[in-house]
């Protein structure tokens, strides 16, 4: 079978991409040590990275709130919480809190059911998503051969979820917010797709690991931003629209809508959205940084300092320190990334429903096929480069 | 049996389950937005059989193309023509329905006579898991070049018919005469078939 | 690869003979890029359509600078791309066979003469759709486009030896149909008649999927050649099922009786020219997948389908010309009429012997003509006059002798009296029934002959021998006949040249039996029927 082989300059270190943390393997040993069968060590071994990861998640969306009302403070020459712990950092938990002690309220000529399960369907497949973020070489739960393809056929669910609670709400603003999501994020779907093409098309692979690992051959260097730069901007602005971030934040434009779709939701219902608005968020960050700046590696290729100190590839020092410095770099690339979109998003104007669906259709659709015309172009030119 | 194969089965029999309890939801609701969700509910649904099938690339094609497509366009359709009109009703309706029902209970007993009596090649091919992304596409472009080509010409045709038809400018003046047009100069004026039943 | 097609009988030797798809496959797998670049895929075999493809392109860039560059423009090119497919198909009519697209498409001899019929019905129904376009104020950029949109889909249906292709081509063909019978926005009837084909089509495409999945579930391979051999080895009753569910769309598509339900109604309501290219282009490639479908791949199931077939034409023909009686409006009338015509094609396919084949090729290339320029004829009066009902053509001899002469004499060859090009046609599939002894069919299609000479006759009786004073109003106040406005020449040149072949290509039309009998005995897929048919004769 012919089997696609990334020629990229990660060849250069084939021994790093080989080995690296396998804390499943560890586990398995550790489990069969105490005298489980192996079937059985795997059954418990599943549940622990998806609870890691909703952890990390939810985290992340804690983080991201705080980081949201300091810098929202800072931009407006406010201080910002600050009696919630020490400079505040509790804060978004006391809102949490909050949420969940308030009154769910269902109105009395809403569709309950679907009233419901609106929020459920705007929330899983977010989390779900989660699935094929990297954080190392084998850290991520599950290394699936379609990974990022995966992830853009999740979010295209997300709009059934939207229409849903804008229809059950019955209410005329939260189906027009719940239409006019549904509108935005399949009109800029298309281009983000596109752009995850380009990518792809260079890489030789669905995987989010080959996409890294096809990155980080000559570190800085080699990241995708270079060879994509107009992918990367098409990427990153079709990501905040797909989460309604503010310039594109129409579906809940407070002067026209009220609040859209999320207008009649109230107590956890309404932090289903919150929450999955913030994850996505988070989730887009790290995915930029997977697919354009090199995910896991670090800025200078760690191996050519391992050779520097002498240290041997497979040492279990080195992997230990890889792996850290792995999911550091990772959540420091997406969280600068999360910067800029809070910085975005407290400083620009709204665009109105008609400009942005000029944007995404007469803007960014022909750009992003030029784009992926002219990276099939490059590709097939100098392959060495471009992943031929 | 072991953890997998009890897994599966259980998935299996899950899956189906809503896949048949949806279809037949879709078809007897008398709701058409429950209909359109529960549709979507069924594309997930047959998108997990795939899954089950180790065909992850088709099953994520499927969430995308008619999940996310289809059933969106038809929620769409619906949510944005949400005009409430009492139709007239249907002389004769229950009988219809039951000479319908019949129809499509005789089909379904025959199919299951059908599967019964053919002699199945089992087990089938083994699946090819993560390799079928690149062998589907090294089908897409040798023996199915042609017809991956040609359906962009359908896409394209589909986009461009749609426009005209969905635009709202129509032209008021003959290209070639200067004159003011009239399709009903053309087609002499009639009203439609199914307001006016004399002409048939 | 021309050993593949050339052996003579489906035994043993064609199972032993290595499996295209086996070495295509195992070629694949260790190929890099640049050999499965060198795979020969002949793609040459498709050139008539990539003409017609350039021509949509073209029409559809040349509409983006405006209306009226569109309606000086787009004509030639349609004309340029079209006249060059037909010239290809006749260089091509002499080339080898070499199944092309590793065995997506066959440009044997009946996809070229099917391809040519869908080629020229599409020239004619434009060369008579431009004034009618204009003066109904539709867009004529996009209405050619998606007018050759659709032949291209009909001519690679033609060719189709796959499923998969089978059914993207059908697709493109009708999802056109259904644009351009909805294309007159503003008429309710045109957007009814267009819900109501997008409705029925979708379904029985979905119906041919169900048959083409079991077809697949059966021979693991899309190949209809792959195909009919797995059911020669195994005729199973889900074989049967999948028959009578591809059937049903192939029904469909011809528009046979009990499947004919969308017709009237779809062509009342769509715009003229567009009912000239359903009735014969879209017909003729629905033709054309019959023979492919059921020739070629259910050829285990022969008697079975031919039974259902003698049925479909049956009551096909009865039905047909029974009801055209009735009609009033012209348009309608003729739809029915198409019915029963169809019908007549489908004694042909029933027989399967040569005569049976060739007939079937002669017959549609008479009725591309004769039907079209009665198409040209009732075009040009309602452009005229706005009207089409039958009671309106009262008289009209006084005012048009053109029209007269031409629809007279086209619906004269409809109904097949003997000067006519219609008359050979059909004499001639009367014949090859005979021959077969498939007497049920012939005498019934003799007898609704003469009941369609009936309604043929009572309208050139309307138009010629009315007084003057017996006139329709419609007729009375006839506008002064005159050439000059644009896109009524291409009008008149084709109703003139459809007209004189329909009157003189009866008597000069042995060329037409020979291409014929050329295209059949130049088909390995119907030889080979053929042979089947004989040995089961002989046994």
Redesign the interface.
């Known amino acids: ?4 082989i990334v020629f990229t300059f990660a060849n250069s270190s084939p021994s790093l991409v080989s080995s690296g943390l396998d804390l499943e393997r560890s586990f398995s040993q550790m489990m069969q040590g105490v005298g489980f069968s192996p ?2 060590a795997h ?1 418990l071994w599943l549940p622990l990275p998806m609870l890691l990861v909703l952890a990390a998640a939810v985290v992340g969306v804690l983080v991201t709130v705080w980081l949201e009302r300091k810098i929202s403070a800072a931009a407006q020459q406010r201080i910002g919480p600050e009696y919630a712990g020490a400079l505040g950092v509790l804060q978004p938990m006391a809102d949490g809190l909050k949420l969940l002690v308030k009154e769910d309220v269902i109105p009395a000529k809403a569709d309950g059911l ?1 009233f419901t399960l609106g929020p459920v369907l705007v929330l899983v497949p977010v989390i779900l998503s989660w699935l094929i973020v990297p954080f190392g070489q084998n850290l991520l739960i599950s290394n ?3 990974g990022i ?2 992830w ?3 979010s ?2 997300q ?2 979820g939207l ?2 609670s ?2 059950a709400s019955n209410n005329k603003y939260s ?1 027009l917010g ?2 006019r999501a ?2 935005q994020s ?1 009109s800029y ?1 298309i281009p983000l797709a596109l752009s995850v093409l380009a990518v792809v098309m260079m890489s030789n692979s ?1 995987s989010t690991i080959d996409i890294v690992s096809q990155q980080n051959g000559a570190g800085l260097l080699s990241w995708n931003i270079w060879r994509q730069p107009v992918g990367f901007v098409i990427f990153w602005i079709c990501a905040l629209a797909e989460c309604e971030r503010l310039p594109f934040d129409l579906p809940e434009a407070e002067e026209e809508l009220v609040a859209g779709y999320q207008t009649e939701y109230a107590g956890m219902k309404f932090a289903l959205f919150y929450l999955g608005s913030y994850i996505n968020l988070v989730l887009s960050a790290l995915l930029v940084s997977v697919l354009y700046l090199g995910g896991w590696g670090f800025p200078l290729p760690l191996e050519w300092a391992a050779s520097w100190f002498g240290l041997p590839l497979d040492s279990p020092l080195l992997q230990v320190i890889t792996g850290s410095v792995g999911i550091v770099m990772t959540v420091l690339k997406a969280y600068l990334l999360v910067f800029l979109a809070i910085l975005l998003r407290w400083t620009t104007p709204r665009v109105r429903i008609d400009q942005l669906l000029d944007l995404g259709w007469k803007f960014l659709l022909p750009i992003s096929l030029v784009n992926l015309l002219v990276t099939a172009a490059l590709k097939l030119a100098f392959p060495v480069a471009f992943g031929g | 049996m072991s953890i997998s194969n009890s897994t599966e089965l259980i998935c299996f029999l899950v899956l189906a389950f809503v896949v048949i309890l949806g279809s037949l939801g879709v078809v007897l609701l008398g709701n058409i937005v429950y209909s359109a969700f529960l549709l979507g509910g069924v594309f997930m649904a047959v998108a997990g059989l795939y899954l089950l099938l180790n065909a992850s690339f088709v099953a994520a094609a499927q969430v995308l193309v008619y999940v996310g497509a289809v059933n969106v366009l038809i929620l769409f359709a619906i949510m944005l023509v949400n005009k409430r009109e009492d139709l007239k009703p249907i002389p004769g309706l229950q009988l219809r329905r039951f000479l319908s029902a019949g129809i499509c209970l005789g089909l379904l007993v025959l199919m299951f006579r059908v599967v019964l009596i053919t002699p199945w090649s089992l087990p089938g091919p083994a699946a090819i898991g993560e390799g079928a992304t690149v062998r589907i596409g090294e089908h897409l472009f040798t023996d199915y070049l042609l017809p991956f080509e040609l359906a962009s010409v359908l896409l394209l045709m589909a986009m461009i018919g749609a426009i005209v038809l969905a635009r709202r400018d129509i032209q008021t003046v003959d290209v070639g005469t200067g004159n003011e047009v009239n399709q009903s100069l053309i087609e002499k004026a009639g009203t439609p078939l199914l307001v006016d039943k004399t002409t048939t | 690869m021309k050993h593949r097609y050339s052996h003579k009988s489906l035994s043993n030797d064609a199972l032993t003979m290595p499996e295209m798809g086996a070495i295509l496959l195992s070629t694949q797998f260790m190929a890099a890029p640049d050999e499965l670049l060198s795979l020969s895929i002949n793609a040459g075999a498709v050139a008539p359509e990539g003409c017609v493809l350039l021509a949509m392109l073209g029409t559809l860039i040349v509409d983006l600078a405006g209306e009226k560059a569109a309606s000086r423009w787009a004509p030639p090119i349609c004309y340029a791309g079209l006249g060059a497919a037909l010239l290809l198909l006749a260089i091509q009519w002499d080339t080898p066979l070499e199944p092309s697209f590793l065995g997506a498409f066959l440009a044997d001899k009946l996809a070229i003469a099917f391809r040519a019929v869908v080629a020229l019905s599409t020239l004619l129904s434009l060369l008579i759709s431009w004034r009618y376009a204009e003066q109904s104020g539709s867009p004529v950029g996009e209405y050619a486009a998606i007018l050759l949109a659709a032949t291209l889909g009909g001519m690679l249906l033609c060719g189709s030896t796959d499923l998969v292709s089978v059914f993207v081509s059908l697709e493109t063909l009708s999802v056109a149909s259904y644009l351009l019978s909805g294309y007159m926005k503003r008429d309710s009837r045109s957007s009814e008649a267009a819900l109501k084909y997008l409705l029925v089509g979708s379904a029985a495409a979905a119906v041919f999927l169900y048959g083409a999945s079991l077809l697949y579930g059966i021979s693991s391979s899309t190949n209809l050649q792959e195909i009919g051999i797995a059911l020669l080895n195994s005729p199973t009753p889900l074989a049967a099922l999948a028959l009578v569910f591809v059937l049903a769309t192939v029904a469909f598509k011809i528009a046979a009786v009990p499947f004919h339900q969308w017709t009237p109604d779809v062509y009342e309501g769509s715009p003229t020219p567009v009912v000239a290219f359903l009735s014969v282009g879209s017909k003729a490639a629905g033709f054309a997948l019959a023979l492919r479908l059921l020739v070629g791949c259910f050829g285990a199931f022969d008697e079975q389908w031919k039974l259902l077939f003698t049925v479909l034409a049956v009551l096909s023909m009865s039905l047909g010309n029974v009801v055209a009686l009735a009609q009033s409006s012209m348009k309608r009338m003729l739809a029915y009429s198409s019915i029963g015509q169809a019908g007549f094609v489908m004694i042909g396919l029933v027989c399967g012997t040569e005569e049976g084949f060739a007939s079937m090729v002669v017959y549609m290339a008479a009725y591309l003509f004769m039907n079209l320029g009665a198409f040209a004829c009732i075009i040009l009066f309602s452009i005229r006059t706005g009207s089409d009902q039958i009671s309106d053509y009262a008289g009209l001899y006084q005012k048009d002798p053109l029209i007269t002469l031409g629809l007279s004499l086209c619906l004269l060859s409809l109904g097949g009296i003997p000067p006519m090009i219609g008359f050979f046609g059909k004499i001639y599939l009367f014949f090859a029934g005979w021959a077969d002894q498939q007497y049920l069919l012939v005498i019934v299609g003799l007898v609704t002959s003469v009941i369609s000479i009936y309604y043929y006759i009572s309208v050139i009786k309307m138009m010629v021998v009315k007084e003057p004073q017996e006139a329709s109003e419609v007729v009375k106040t006839y506008p002064p006949i005159q050439w000059k406005t644009i896109g009524l020449p291409p009008l008149r040149v084709a109703l003139i040249s459809c007209v004189l072949i329909t009157a003189i290509g009866g008597v000069l039309s042995n060329p037409l039996f020979q291409w014929a009998n050329n295209a059949v005995a130049g088909t390995p897929l119907l030889q080979e029927a053929i042979e089947l048919t004989t040995q089961r004769a002989l046994v």
Do not use: K
Request: glycine share 10%.
């Open positions: 079978m012919y089997i696609p079937s059985l059954l679907l699936v051969g379609v393809f995966l853009i056929s999740l295209s669910i709009p059934i229409l849903m804008g229809y189906l719940g239409l549904a509108a399949i779907e669905l």
